[in-house]
C-alpha cells in the first residue's frame, strides 16, 4: 500500500534555531495536513493544505509556522524561531479527497534544547 | 466541533471480540463517524468511517445506532497488534463543517495474550 514518507524521522534543535520538516504525501493525494503530538497528550490538529494554499489552520500554528508544497511531490512544514515547547512528534497526512480517508505518516520527532 | 466520549481504557483477550463504544450525542446530520487508531511510537492509522448505515471492511465492523448518538467499533478476533489507542472522531461535512480531523484522549485498548 502507498504510504506518507516523513523525514528526518527525529531531529534536534536548539531553540531559537529554524527547522523544517519534510513530507512526501501519496502521489495523486490532493490535501494535506500537518498534526502534532506532544508527548502523553493528544494529537492536535495544525494546519491543512489544499490547492497550494492554507485552508484551515489551529491556534497553535502562529506566524512561527508556515507550510510550503514546493515542488509537486514534497510538503513541508517550517519553524522559524523554535521554543522548547516545541518539542513533539509532528505527523504529515494526506488524503485524496476531502473527507477521504487521511494516511498519516510515521512522524518526525523534534526535540528543542 | 462536534464531541465524542469514550471509555479512557479497555482490555481484551487474544481471538475474543472486542466492542469499543463511543458517544457522539450532539451529532448532527451531516457528521460522519471515523475510527482511528494510533499504534505504539506510530502515527494514527485509519480503521473505519460511516454515516448512517452500519459498515464493514478487512479490519473492523462498525455499528451506527438507529439515533446515531452512539456508536461501537467491533473488532472480531482481537491479535496483539490491535493494542492500540482507538479514536472516534466526528467529521462534519455540512455547511460551516470542518475539513480536519479532531482528535480527543481516545480508548487505550490492551490486549491479553
Known amino acids: 500500500e502507498p504510504e506518507v514518507t516523513q523525514t528526518p524521522s527525529h531531529q534536534v534543535t536548539q531553540m531559537g534555531q529554524e527547522v523544517i520538516l519534510r513530507c512526501v504525501p501519496i502521489s495523486n493525494h490532493l490535501y494535506f495536513y500537518w498534526y502534532r503530538q506532544i508527548l502523553g497528550q493528544k494529537v492536535e490538529f495544525l494546519v491543512s493544505?489544499?490547492?497550494?494554499?492554507?485552508?484551515?489552520k489551529s491556534e497553535i500554528f502562529d506566524d512561527q509556522f508556515s507550510v510550503e508544497r514546493p515542488d509537486g511531490s514534497n510538503f513541508t512544514l517550517k519553524i522559524r524561531s523554535t521554543k522548547l515547547e516545541d518539542s513533539a512528534m509532528y505527523f504529515c497526512a494526506s488524503s485524496p479527497y476531502l473527507g477521504g480517508k487521511l494516511f498519516f505518516g510515521s512522524g518526525t520527532q523534534l526535540s528543542v534544547l | 466541533d462536534a464531541k465524542t466520549t469514550q471509555p479512557n481504557s479497555m482490555e481484551s483477550n487474544e481471538e475474543e471480540p472486542v466492542h469499543l463504544p463511543c458517544n457522539h450525542s450532539t451529532i448532527s446530520g451531516t457528521d460522519y463517524i471515523h475510527w482511528y487508531r494510533q499504534l505504539p511510537s506510530q502515527g494514527p492509522e485509519y480503521v473505519i468511517h460511516g454515516l448512517t448505515s452500519n459498515v464493514n471492511n478487512r479490519m473492523a465492523s462498525l455499528a451506527i445506532a438507529e439515533d446515531r448518538k452512539s456508536s461501537t467499533l467491533i473488532l472480531h478476533r482481537a491479535t496483539l497488534r490491535d493494542a492500540a489507542v482507538y479514536y472516534c472522531i466526528l467529521e462534519g461535512r455540512g455547511e460551516g463543517g470542518s475539513e480536519k480531523l479532531v482528535f480527543g484522549k481516545g480508548t487505550k485498548l490492551t490486549v491479553n495474550p
Open positions: 493544505f489544499y490547492n497550494n494554499e492554507i485552508s484551515e
